[in-house]
Protein backbone atom coordinates (compact mmCIF):
# COMPACT_ATOMS: atom_id res chain seq x y z
CA UNK A 1 0.00 0.00 0.00
CA UNK A 2 2.80 2.05 0.80
CA UNK A 3 4.00 2.38 -2.45
CA UNK A 4 1.24 2.29 -4.21
CA UNK A 5 0.74 6.08 -2.49
CA UNK A 6 4.42 6.81 -3.30
CA UNK A 7 3.56 5.83 -6.86
CA UNK A 8 0.97 8.53 -7.41
CA UNK A 9 3.34 11.28 -6.84
CA UNK A 10 6.13 12.32 -8.85
CA UNK A 11 9.92 11.67 -6.99
CA UNK A 12 10.80 14.66 -5.11
CA UNK A 13 13.37 13.55 -2.72
CA UNK A 14 11.39 15.65 0.47
CA UNK A 15 12.33 13.04 2.74
CA UNK A 16 15.77 12.91 4.16
CA UNK A 17 15.89 9.20 4.49
CA UNK A 18 13.55 7.75 2.32
CA UNK A 19 13.64 4.33 4.23
CA UNK A 20 12.53 5.91 7.69
CA UNK A 21 9.79 7.71 6.12
CA UNK A 22 8.14 4.95 3.88
CA UNK A 23 8.44 2.73 7.31
CA UNK A 24 6.77 5.27 9.04
CA UNK A 25 3.72 5.57 6.51
CA UNK A 26 3.78 1.35 6.44
CA UNK A 27 3.89 1.63 10.19
CA UNK A 28 0.89 4.38 9.76
CA UNK A 29 -1.38 2.63 7.52
CA UNK A 30 -1.11 -0.69 9.63
CA UNK A 31 -2.80 1.25 12.34
CA UNK A 32 -6.01 1.85 10.06
CA UNK A 33 -8.75 -0.05 8.42
CA UNK A 34 -8.54 -1.42 5.32
CA UNK A 35 -11.58 0.86 3.39
CA UNK A 36 -9.86 3.61 5.10
CA UNK A 37 -6.55 3.50 3.92
CA UNK A 38 -8.08 2.43 0.30
CA UNK A 39 -10.16 5.93 0.38
CA UNK A 40 -6.78 7.87 1.01
CA UNK A 41 -5.39 5.79 -1.48
CA UNK A 42 -7.80 6.42 -4.08
CA UNK A 43 -7.11 8.63 -7.48
CA UNK A 44 -10.16 9.36 -7.83
CA UNK A 45 -11.17 11.36 -4.48
CA UNK A 46 -8.10 10.17 -2.02
CA UNK A 47 -5.22 11.91 -1.42
CA UNK A 48 -3.52 11.72 -5.40
CA UNK A 49 -6.27 13.98 -6.50
CA UNK A 50 -5.86 16.04 -3.63
CA UNK A 51 -2.10 17.05 -3.40
CA UNK A 52 0.46 17.62 -6.12
CA UNK A 53 3.69 16.25 -4.10
CA UNK A 54 3.91 13.30 -1.77
CA UNK A 55 2.14 14.48 1.35
CA UNK A 56 3.91 13.92 4.52
CA UNK A 57 3.32 11.68 7.04
CA UNK A 58 1.25 14.05 9.42
CA UNK A 59 -1.05 15.00 6.35
CA UNK A 60 -1.55 11.27 5.58
CA UNK A 61 -2.32 10.94 9.11
CA UNK A 62 -4.80 13.61 8.98
CA UNK A 63 -6.54 12.45 5.78
CA UNK A 64 -6.92 8.46 7.58
CA UNK A 65 -8.63 10.60 10.73
CA UNK A 66 -11.01 12.03 8.86
CA UNK A 67 -11.91 9.23 7.53
CA UNK A 68 -12.03 7.27 10.66
CA UNK A 69 -13.84 10.18 12.24
CA UNK A 70 -16.66 9.19 9.13
CA UNK A 71 -16.81 5.88 9.67
CA UNK A 72 -17.56 6.32 13.54
CA UNK A 73 -20.23 8.79 13.01
CA UNK A 74 -21.82 6.73 10.39
CA UNK A 75 -21.25 3.41 13.31
CA UNK A 76 -22.63 5.65 15.69
CA UNK A 77 -26.01 6.59 13.77
CA UNK A 78 -25.97 3.31 12.61
CA UNK A 79 -26.59 2.14 16.32
CA UNK A 80 -28.58 5.22 17.48
CA UNK A 81 -31.10 5.69 14.84
CA UNK A 82 -31.57 2.48 12.77
CA UNK A 83 -33.95 0.02 14.46
CA UNK A 84 -32.01 -3.13 16.35
CA UNK A 85 -33.30 -6.27 14.57
CA UNK A 86 -33.02 -8.09 18.03
CA UNK A 87 -35.95 -5.99 19.11
CA UNK A 88 -37.93 -6.12 15.78
CA UNK A 89 -40.30 -8.98 15.20
CA UNK A 90 -39.42 -11.64 13.22
CA UNK A 91 -41.04 -11.18 9.44
CA UNK A 92 -43.61 -14.19 8.81
CA UNK A 93 -42.79 -16.04 5.93
CA UNK A 94 -44.35 -15.29 2.50
CA UNK A 95 -47.09 -17.78 1.48
CA UNK A 96 -46.64 -17.96 -2.80
CA UNK A 97 -49.67 -18.58 -4.18
CA UNK A 98 -49.30 -22.11 -6.86
CA UNK A 99 -49.31 -22.32 -10.27
CA UNK A 100 -53.09 -23.51 -10.16
CA UNK A 101 -54.23 -21.11 -7.64
CA UNK A 102 -52.52 -17.81 -10.08
CA UNK A 103 -54.78 -19.65 -13.32
CA UNK A 104 -57.58 -19.63 -11.29
CA UNK A 105 -57.29 -16.07 -10.36
CA UNK A 106 -56.14 -14.68 -13.82
CA UNK A 107 -57.25 -17.08 -15.94
CA UNK A 108 -56.10 -18.78 -19.06
CA UNK A 109 -54.16 -15.84 -20.34
CA UNK A 110 -52.90 -14.36 -17.25
CA UNK A 111 -55.39 -11.73 -17.52
CA UNK A 112 -54.44 -10.67 -20.97
CA UNK A 113 -56.43 -10.24 -23.91
CA UNK A 114 -55.97 -12.50 -26.39
CA UNK A 115 -54.98 -10.52 -29.81
CA UNK A 116 -56.02 -12.75 -32.14
CA UNK A 117 -59.68 -12.45 -30.49
CA UNK A 118 -61.26 -9.08 -31.12
CA UNK A 119 -63.16 -7.74 -28.09
CA UNK A 120 -66.94 -7.33 -29.11
CA UNK A 121 -68.90 -4.70 -27.66
CA UNK A 122 -72.63 -4.91 -27.41
CA UNK A 123 -74.13 -1.39 -28.25
CA UNK A 124 -77.47 -0.63 -27.47
CA UNK A 125 -79.65 -0.49 -30.74
CA UNK A 126 -80.72 2.58 -30.37
CA UNK A 127 -76.90 3.88 -30.07
CA UNK A 128 -75.91 2.12 -33.21
CA UNK A 129 -74.55 3.92 -36.10
CA UNK A 130 -75.30 2.32 -39.49
CA UNK A 131 -72.93 2.79 -42.90
CA UNK A 132 -75.19 3.81 -45.85
CA UNK A 133 -75.18 0.98 -47.23
CA UNK A 134 -76.93 -0.62 -44.65
CA UNK A 135 -79.25 2.45 -44.19
CA UNK A 136 -80.67 1.96 -47.85
CA UNK A 137 -81.17 -1.77 -47.19
CA UNK A 138 -82.76 -1.35 -43.84
CA UNK A 139 -84.90 1.34 -45.38
CA UNK A 140 -86.16 -1.02 -48.14
CA UNK A 141 -86.85 -3.39 -46.00
CA UNK A 142 -88.79 -0.89 -43.37
CA UNK A 143 -90.73 0.11 -46.72
CA UNK A 144 -91.30 -3.91 -47.72
CA UNK A 145 -92.86 -4.71 -44.41
CA UNK A 146 -94.83 -1.20 -44.47
CA UNK A 147 -96.09 -2.35 -47.45
CA UNK A 148 -97.37 -6.07 -46.43
CA UNK A 149 -98.61 -4.23 -43.26
CA UNK A 150 -100.38 -2.45 -45.14
CA UNK A 151 -101.71 -5.42 -47.13
CA UNK A 152 -102.63 -7.06 -43.80
CA UNK A 153 -99.78 -9.85 -45.09
CA UNK A 154 -97.93 -9.53 -41.83
CA UNK A 155 -99.20 -8.15 -38.15
CA UNK A 156 -97.08 -6.18 -36.27
CA UNK A 157 -97.50 -6.55 -32.24
CA UNK A 158 -95.20 -2.69 -31.94
CA UNK A 159 -96.29 0.74 -33.62
CA UNK A 160 -94.76 2.15 -36.38
CA UNK A 161 -92.25 5.11 -35.91
CA UNK A 162 -93.64 8.25 -35.95
CA UNK A 163 -91.07 9.95 -38.75
CA UNK A 164 -90.84 8.24 -41.75
CA UNK A 165 -87.22 7.33 -41.93
CA UNK A 166 -87.72 5.58 -45.88
CA UNK A 167 -89.63 8.17 -47.66
CA UNK A 168 -86.70 10.64 -46.73
CA UNK A 169 -84.13 8.65 -47.69
CA UNK A 170 -86.09 7.62 -50.76
CA UNK A 171 -86.06 11.64 -51.61
Do not use: C
Not at 125 to 144: F, R, Y
Request: proline share 10%; net charge negative; glycine share 4%.
Amino acid sequence: MAARLFGYFPTSGAASDPEIFATGIVQLLAAYSLPAVESILSPLSGMPAKHKFLPSIGEIREALEDYAAHDRRMADYEHRFLPNSAYLPKPEPETRPTIEQLRAKYGENWGLKDPLKPEIKKIPWDQQVLPWSEIKITTQLADIVRQWVQEGKVELNVSPPDNDFASDAAE
